[in-house]
């Protein structure tokens, strides 16, 4: 006889199963249990269309209490045949309930006879009955289907959501409160049932401890995250060595329990069914990306001689040449001393400004544009804000970095903070930018977002952070710098008959040239100035501007030589009616700009290069401040001709897009 036959020796006289010729099926034991329980629910719901919900409550019999097993059905390893734990199985001599209406029996002599008779066809037909069944009735099964689970459904409901939630969501002695709270509600509404009192007891009724035998506990070390099976005698302290250590972890593995006894150290953490531990970690992008990866390819690079004292010294010169923004910091001294002492911040700088610029003369070509692929990501992750495409795209940045670092260096080169770098895209999508909980000293405010449809004139609202201003006295416009206010104001307004106010006594459509101007200004949580006594340089940055076509567009870098407030009254105007919305007082920098170059020798780096002098002036000199783009850092560069260059360097920024460009 074969194994299927052996396996399928039950005959079920169901609905289903005798919608056939023989008028019944061939099934398992447990498909049998299932059926007949299918059978016997059928029947209640019947039953209940004609009496009340509450004598149901009360009246039901369900006609299984002498049927059942004392124990749950067990196979091999603690588990059971289906992957839902069968906790009622019903004996092999029993009889369906549907069954005894059609006046049949299912003992095992029957069967056995039955077997004999049946062909291979009828086989086959079965067959085909049974997996159609095991799959439709997979859902029907209870689980928490025990000899003392009670029969009045509302008490078995509560004592199953009960163990569920306590056994998944609960610590320490919050289980126990939890019964007694519950059972202190049975007693308020007169019920005649109570839980046990004890977590464990109550696992025991519903079954939970048996649905939950096979599973195995594990002991795991914090730090060196060795494995242990908690059921196995285990060292108190770790014995594991780390990678690239030379001593075992030794950290404690059993503690003292209250009682006196040694208990496996565990985290409560790992008990919350709704604590996802690696969704639910931040990844520090500060340690992340500025503490350990620069510092280990800068070890890497001088252990392999790629990079040697006279090339530390040759870089520390170039960057002292280099002008950075007021929030970056200045590596004076550090790269010509081994890059020795650095902090975070420090580090920040090195990777954003400096290592685009001094690198690329020094270590090979394959090392620096592996390296660059390191820097356009930081680039994209230290923004205060950022889409979910420039997510993906520093991801694919980081993924080529350390594949490049894989094929370059050796394997003692690679570290596990280079494996963090390909988790960073799933922690920025779990917490948002990494402004919010790096653990640098300083936060962007990065929430507010100035987008016009219209051209930006100067006149629009600032950001709450920006007030109040910083304004000086007020006083007159020189005389070389207003003709850029004037013509700045005709184009902006398309006014082209506004004179200036040497001839005000002519039209009443002038531009007086009384400014008040700025000290500094706040924008979106980086800092402007311009050129004064004190010998501070005003601040350098970059602004989109269309090309002639005006089918492209441009970024321009400039030197901001002041900012200043002017007020301008929208005159009466059969083009131009005055309109309430209309803001009279304008802010504005007076940018030089530099000179341009075809030059795209730094492109791939992200650093385009200007001639050190700045161009004519003219009405772009006057720029609105909501439209800077982004602040930038400059290098001085000499090229094999003699001929001085300056190189600019892109600082991370998130301020106006393209939508505020001026024509």
């Known amino acids: ?117 049946n062909g291979g066809e009828e086989s086959e037909d079965n067959e085909e009955n049974i997996v159609e069944i095991e799959v439709e009735e997979f859902d029907t099964e209870d689980p928490f289907a025990t000899p003392n689970m009670p029969e009045n459904l509302v008490h078995r409901f509560i004592a199953t959501f009960v163990v569920m939630f306590a056994s998944r969501y609960v610590v320490n002695k919050g289980a126990i409160v939890l019964i007694k709270f519950i059972n202190k509600l049975l007693s308020i509404y007169e019920q005649d049932f109570q839980l046990p009192v004890s977590l464990s007891g109550l696992q025991s009724m519903t079954g939970f401890s048996a649905m939950t035998k096979g599973i195995k506990r594990f002991v795991m070390c914090q730090d060196c995250h060795k494995v242990y099976e908690e059921s196995v005698p285990a060292p108190l302290n770790y014995d594991f060595v780390k990678l690239v250590a030379h001593t075992v972890c030794n950290c404690k593995l059993m503690v003292q329990s209250l009682s006196g006894g040694l208990v496996a150290k565990k985290s409560y953490l790992y008990r919350l069914g709704y604590f996802d531990l690696v969704h639910g970690t931040i990844i520090d992008l500060m340690y992340n990306l500025f503490l350990g990866t620069p510092k280990r390819m800068i070890e890497t690079w001088t252990k392999i001689k790629k990079m040697k004292n006279n090339d530390l010294l040759a870089m520390q010169t170039v960057a ?45 070509s394959n090392m620096f544009n592996g390296w660059m692929h390191y820097v356009k990501a930081c680039r994209i992750l230290v923004k205060p804000s950022i889409s979910f495409i420039e997510i993906d795209q520093a991801h694919r940045y980081l993924q080529e970095f350390c594949q490049s670092c894989e094929d370059t260096y050796e394997p003692k080169a690679l570290t596990c903070n280079m494996h963090l770098h390909l988790h960073l895209h799933d922690t920025i999508r779990d917490f948002g930018p990494v402004y919010g909980y790096w653990l640098f000293g300083f936060e962007r405010y990065n929430d507010s977002s100035l987008s016009q449809a219209a051209p930006i004139k100067g006149n629009e609202p600032l950001p709450p952070s920006t007030f109040p201003l910083q304004s000086l006295k007020e006083l007159t416009m020189s005389d070389i710098d207003y003709p850029q206010l004037l013509d700045y104001y005709k184009i902006a307004y398309a006014m082209s008959n506004l004179i200036s106010y040497h001839d005000a006594r002519l039209s009443q459509y002038f531009i007086n040239n009384r400014i008040t101007k700025l000290k500094l200004i706040d924008l979106l ?89 700045f161009s004519a002036d003219n009405y772009h000199s006057i720029l609105p401040v909501h439209r800077i783009h982004l602040e930038v850092a400059t290098a001085v560069d000499v090229t094999d001709m003699n001929e001085e260059r300056m190189l600019v360097i892109p600082m991370p920024k998130n301020i106006m897009p393209e939508a505020f460009m001026n024509n």
């Open 525 to 613: 949580g980086r800092t402007y100035i311009g050129n004064n006594s004190s010998g501070k340089r005003g601040s350098l940055v970059q602004a989109f501007f269309h090309s002639r076509n005006g089918q492209t567009s441009s970024l321009y870098t400039g030197q901001i030589q002041y900012l200043f407030i002017h007020s301008f009254t929208l005159p009466l105007h059969p083009n131009h009616r005055a309109s309430t919305l209309h803001q009279d007082q304008h802010v504005f920098a007076y940018i030089q700009w530099y000179n341009s170059t075809n030059d795209n020798e730094h492109r791939d780096e992200g650093i385009a290069i200007y001639l050190p002098d």
């Open 1 to 117: 006889m074969s194994s299927t036959s052996e396996l399928y020796n039950k005959k079920c006289y169901c609905t289903k199963c005798s919608n056939n010729q023989q008028g019944y099926s061939f099934v398992s034991t447990q498909t049998l249990q299932r059926h007949n329980k299918r059978a016997r629910y059928e029947d209640m719901e019947r039953s209940e269309r004609n009496v009340s919900v509450q004598r149901n409550l009360t009246d039901i019999d369900f006609e299984t209490t002498s049927n059942q097993q004392t124990g749950p059905m067990e196979a091999m390893g603690g588990q059971t045949n289906s992957p839902v734990w069968e906790g009622a199985p019903i004996s092999d001599d029993e009889v369906a309930f549907s069954n005894e209406s059609n006046g049949e029996s299912s003992d095992g002599d029957e069967n056995d006879n039955d077997k004999e008779s």
């Open 320 to 364: 002292a040449t280099m002008i950075l923004p007021s929030d970056y910091t200045k590596l004076k001294t550090n790269i010509g001393k081994g890059f020795s002492h650095m902090k975070a911040d420090e580090w920040k700088s090195w990777v954003l400004v400096y290592s685009p610029v001094l690198l690329k003369p020094v270590i090979p």
